[in-house]
Structure formats: C-alpha cells, structure tokens
C-alpha cells in the first residue's frame, strides 16, 4: 500500500471511530431522556414550556440521528439535525451554569460541558461529513 492510500486508511479508520463515538453519545443520550425523564427535565431552562416533551422529543431525536450516522445514505443529513439539536440544547448548559445550585454537579464539570460541547460539533461535523475521495468519485 502507498503512503497516500495509507493515509487515506488511517483517514477512513478514525472517522469510523467518530461516528461510533457520535452513535453511542447520542445512544445513551437518547435512552437517557426515556429512562431518567424526570432528571432530564431538571436540565430544562424555566422559560422553555412542556419540559417533559422537549425532552421526549429531544431524546426521539437523539435516537434517529444515532441510528442514522451508521447508514451511509444518511449519515450526512443526521450529521446535520445532529449539529442543528447540539445547538438548540446549548441553552441548557448555560442554564445549568447560572443556576448551578440547582444541580448536584461540581461547577468545573458545568464549565467543562461546553468546551466539550464545541469538541462534539466539530466530530459530528467531521465525521458524517462525505470524504473528498467519495465525492470526487460519487456514489457506488
């Protein structure tokens, strides 16, 4: 194997390794919502009505975009509703940072959560992103 097919081995290695990592993250993230709802809603800021069905639905979200990073056809669009949830569950975190009396969590972890949110993006986008050999080519 030459060192750009190698390369581009490695490549495809980690990014199978990312969309494990962003399928289970969203997984258990997801099952979480249905088997600790009430924990779940904790997390949901004041001014957002229905807590119990955001996190429902949240968590049904969750769900489909795990289920549809593993399948190639979808992965790109689940990496999409994936990025846009990300992001519309932000204002949790920062609810948990302003109220953190609130929760039984130590502060440095709350203050942790965003950076790690940024890093999560930034999987997600990377790794149900088409790679460029794929689009050169196109498909089959």
């Known amino acids: 194997m030459s060192e750009p097919e190698t390369q581009l081995a490695g490549r495809e290695r980690a990014r199978r390794i990312g969309i494990g990592v962003v399928c289970v ?17 904790r997390i949901v800021p004041e001014y957002v ?16 975009g795990a289920a549809g990073v593993l399948w190639r056809p979808t992965r790109r669009a689940a990496g999409y509703g994936l990025i846009a949830l990300t992001l519309a ?30 890093a ?14 794929e689009a050169r080519s196109g498909p089959g």
């Not at 069905?53 to 489909?64: H, Q």
């Not at 999560?120 to 050999?133: F, G, K, N």
Request: net charge negative; proline share 9%; glycine share 4%.
């Open 25 to 41: 993250w969203f997984l258990v993230g997801g099952i979480a919502h249905f088997v600790l709802t009430d924990l779940e809603m």
């Open 49 to 64: 009505p229905w807590p119990r069905a955001v996190v429902l639905v949240t968590g049904v979200l969750e769900l489909l």
């Open 89 to 118: 569950v932000t204002p949790a975190h920062f609810y948990m940072l302003q109220r953190p009396e609130l929760f039984d969590v130590p502060y440095w972890a709350l203050v942790l959560r965003l950076p790690l949110q940024v």
């Open 120 to 133: 999560l993006l930034v999987l997600i986008a990377w790794s149900t992103a088409t790679p460029r050999s």
